[in-house]
């Protein structure tokens, strides 16, 4: 058995890798501050699903302020797993300022827990995005992440150059992960999985930012979350892409959502975005060498759970706002 410290607790991918910790008999004390970055009932909900567990402890507070770092000199901690973070490439377009103090300020501040407090350990949530406009397909971590194009993006450059630097001055063994795109239930009602999902289930129209033929690699929330635990391994200083392996264009993707809901979807096309990337694809031949690890769930499997979680859920997750 293990001790963790998960930031971001209550968020999407913070709240299925604490429910994994918990599961294999770890004890896990999460942090979060639970802003309404995004509709906060759904994180209220996340928490109140991993407050039920044994061997979970939960501070509400900001990584981002320097008195997070005392909160944890009495906490017998293994690794730090920092996925607290502001998330979303056009929201970081509108207030860049919150999202450095998270995403740099917030992971300075935890990377201060492990070298004051022993902890050798330390895991930082990355993104696809920092690999610029025009990357090979599929992506290596290999290629160049020095020309981001929002200021999510290079707000997690920042953050992994940070790391990268205590990792060099104190030992303390990093693991970067990159993750692409990730769905599932209880996800983030601003991606397009969830809210294309809740707009068709609820016969609202259909959003699409262009003509809907760019395309992602989607990435199932339990791939994501075995991969973030299996980087626990002692590995010196790594960069590893953790990415799904099927690529869907957006209009594809709304028939997908169609097809498992049963329900026809109104589509309303509106300019593209230029914080978008057009497409995304991982190469996550490192995932597979150096952590075993391959994703396992499809994107039929994966939405087809999502559909039938919002069925479950739905009397109060119709209401979830969806910007």
Not at 299 to 304: A, C, D, M, T, W
């Amino acid at each position: 058995m293990a001790h963790y410290l998960v930031t971001g607790a209550a968020g999407f991918i913070g709240a299925r890798t604490s429910q994994m910790l918990l599961e294999q008999g770890h004890t896990v004390v999460g942090i979060d501050n639970m802003n309404d970055a995004y509709d906060p009932r759904i994180k209220d909900y996340r928490l109140k699903n991993l407050q039920a567990q044994p061997g979970f402890k939960f501070h509400k507070h900001d990584i981002s302020e320097k008195s997070a770092i005392d909160l944890f000199k009495n906490e017998k901690i293994d690794g730090v797993i920092n996925l607290a973070a502001r998330a979303g490439v056009r929201f970081s377009v509108d207030n860049p300022w919150v999202f450095v103090e998270s995403n740099v300020m917030g992971t300075l501040n935890m990377l201060e827990v492990c070298r004051q407090f022993g902890c050798k350990k330390f895991i930082l949530a990355s993104t696809s995005s920092i690999y610029g406009e025009n990357p090979p397909y599929p992506t290596p971590e290999t290629a160049s992440s020095s020309e981001p194009m929002q200021p999510y993006a290079a707000s997690k450059k920042g953050a992994e150059a940070l790391v990268h630097s205590y990792h060099h001055l104190y030992d303390i063994d990093a693991t970067i992960v990159r993750y692409f795109t990730v769905y599932g239930p209880a996800g983030r009602p601003d991606l397009a999985i969830f809210r294309f999902v809740k707009w068709v289930m609820e016969g609202e129209p259909i959003r699409i930012n262009g003509d809907g033929n760019q395309s992602r690699g989607f990435t199932y929330v339990d791939d994501i979350a075995r991969g973030t635990i299996a980087a626990l391994k002692p590995l010196g200083y790594e960069v590893i892409n953790l990415g799904g392996h099927e690529v869907i264009s957006i209009n594809e993707l709304v028939k997908l959502v169609e097809e498992l809901t049963g329900k026809q979807a109104v589509v309303q096309y509106g300019p593209p975005n230029l914080a978008d990337m057009f497409t995304n694809q991982a190469d996550v031949s490192k995932a597979r060498d150096m952590l075993g690890w391959n994703p396992q769930v499809t994107l039929r499997e994966g939405i087809g759970n999502l559909v039938e979680w919002y069925k479950a859920e739905q009397n109060w997750a119709k209401d979830i706002l969806t910007p």
